[in-house]
């Protein structure tokens, strides 16, 4: 491995995409927050309320039908989108208008929508699991408080890449690093885990 000087290591450079719906929020390397170590979260809402998103990368043990009152007969995988409001669930998927209600995020992603309309596609098999996924839980952030983080150097937003979204990809955040180009490409040379040190 080449020589990289100590703090380069840390250096997080600002990527100049602008922190909105639709883009990608990436956790940079001995954040302080370990909740969110190694961490890709898809941004939902930015403004003058807060901002608040779901976490890509985070994998659960257990299945919709494990939490539904009603068995839909599906095994799709929940994902713990952040640490507020882990009792309630969640989705994110691609069908628009098919699903009443559903909230758009930006590319073609929407928020949501009537749960009627999404139980009828989903018990007549017409929901595909690389376009929803669904979540116990969310990331979300007061009034000015990631716009400090990123001051702090604990965030880069990244572009929005679609196949990232429902990506079943257990190394999504090196993944993400190494889109970003070779001024992060150091950042993949860090161990897990790395702050505790």
Same mark, same amino acid.
């Given at each position: ?9 840390i ?23 370990t ?16 901002s608040?998103?779901?976490? +890509?990368? *985070?994998? #659960? ?5 494990? @939490? ?7 095994? !799709? =995988? ?6 507020v ?17 559903s ?23 017409l ?15 007061s009034?000015?408080? +990631?716009? *400090?983080? #990123? ?5 880069? @937003? ?7 979204? !429902? =990506? ?30």
């Amino acid at each position: 491995m080449p020589y990289i000087p100590k703090n380069d290591f840390i250096k997080v450079r600002a990527t100049n995409i602008p922190l909105e719906g639709g883009k990608l929020l990436l956790a940079a390397p001995f954040m302080p927050d370990t909740y969110f170590d190694k961490t890709v979260i898809l941004m939902v809402e930015q403004g003058e309320d807060g901002s608040l998103g779901f976490i +890509l990368n *985070r994998a #659960m043990h257990v299945t919709l039908n494990d @939490v539904v009152k009603r068995k839909l007969n599906h095994s !799709f =995988s929940l994902y713990n989108g952040g640490p507020v409001e882990l009792n309630k669930l969640f989705f994110i998927h691609t069908y628009g208008d098919l699903i009443g209600g559903s909230e758009p995020i930006g590319n073609d992603l929407y928020l949501g929508g009537d749960e009627h309309d999404l139980e009828s596609l989903l018990r007549e098999g017409l929901v595909d699991e690389h376009r929803i996924r669904f979540y116990l839980g969310y990331s979300a952030w007061s009034p000015g408080q +990631l716009e *400090r983080e #990123m001051t702090e150097k604990s965030w880069v @937003v990244t572009p929005y890449f679609k196949d990232c979204v !429902f =990506s079943d990809d257990g190394q999504l955040w090196r993944t993400v690093v190494g889109r970003l180009g070779k001024a992060y490409a150091h950042w993949l040379e860090i161990p897990d885990k790395a702050y505790y040190n």
